[in-house]
């Protein structure tokens, strides 16, 4: 489904997209991660390098459903990064747009120092958590539009706003891959580190992205992938969410961070 | 000398500025931030809001001394966040290019969550510390000229790596603000974010910046600036950096994350 909803198709004025209603927000827009992997498919066809090694986006007005247009711009491709940037754009107007780093992460280019102080979230397996759809009220998603029923979440517990009761914790690790079975690759981590709920939920409140950026760090190896989300810092109506993505190798895949502002639960910009 | 090295003046094609050679890098190259700090000057005066919310930056090659042109690209301005990409040229080909959302940070726009679990560094006070430059061995780094004359820093313990001895841990906490009393502000964060040593020398390597994005969270108060730095994961001779900044008065006013491509210690891209 990831594939099919990303696909695009290369025409005179750039590559052409079709926004799928299977990837909705809360707010009933297309989540920015799925519009932002579209970007991502046309600027990886363009640089003709394997891996996007960081992307960012700025997400100015709320996407729609229906046809999109990507342009790209590659700026440079040198021997180990490539620079590009690339605009989604609907009904003439800007949506997305992306600066996007590309190189090769199976190159090794001679000995550099290697370090990991980090650790994946320790979770029950998949089959002890939690589903959140399970618990969540009926009202608040239409799972078959929403990028909630495209991924599948197990969580060890699950947050307190999920029943409606915020527990005053912004934090969360949980499993997560395609409902489908599709395997992660690093198209799909772009989409999937924006493909959660916002764990300021559990503060009482509802976000919408600024800014996004994502450093792939790995190819993921297939199967189950492991999150840990936190946001540590909420003020002026502005507050930031870290996602690491660890897959079933027990190795960091992708790390991202974005801005978001405040919104009152369920609103929209 | 901050604001002196920055400056920028309107012409028919865009912003021109003068890159100077007192904030350049341990490869004798213009510092990434100082350059972004450039840029972000240039789309505060065309945008018209009074804070950079978050600027995206890719360092596409290394920049030179000397004339510079900034264009601009104001995006949207909305009711809360604006959004514009600029971009640093020189000799006719491209240096950096950003991507800027902007706001006000003291707008307070209705009742939002507030919360904070971070906390900053705890240090002995700055004249309890050390100045890394009293330890350096001078063949490493022409004060006059660098980032590193430009700013004072004050670490309660030197890492290794700058008495010759790499001790293995990428990770350092200071005290820091302009040497020439120049009260932080925030555009002087983005360079900041961009002008400490990289934390990866105590790896035995060092780095230049592919991508980064700082988080401007508050306008900062007057005095001495704290910063967290670390790295947590280099792999395939790539690794992020994280910057917190906070303020005088205790509170967090950026937040940085840079990805990075290891170099031989004091190599060029």
Redesign the interface.
Known sequence: MFDDDTQIFHSADGWRATVSDRWDGASGVPNGGYLLAIVTRALLADVGMPDP??V???F??PGQHGAALVTTDV??VGR??G?A?GTLCQHGV?VV?A???F?D??????P???????APPQLPAPQDCLDPLDAMPAVQVAVDRSVLGRLELRLPTLPGWVAGTPGGD?AMTLWLRMRDGREPDVLSLVQLVDGLPPV?AD???WSTT??L?V?V??RPAPGWLRARVI??????????EDVELWDSTD??VA?S?Q?A??LPLGGT?
Chains 1, 2 share one sequence.
């Open positions: 090694l960081s960012s986006a700025i100015v007005r700026i440079k180990r990064v620079f940037t800007e747009r600066q996007v780093a190189g992460l199976e190159r090794t280019d001679g550099h120092p290697c370090f990991e102080s980090g912004p300021v503060l009482g409140g600024v800014e950026t450093h760090r790995r946001t540590r810092h909420v003020s002026n109506g502005l507050h930031e190795r960091l790390q961070r801005l502002l405040a910009r």
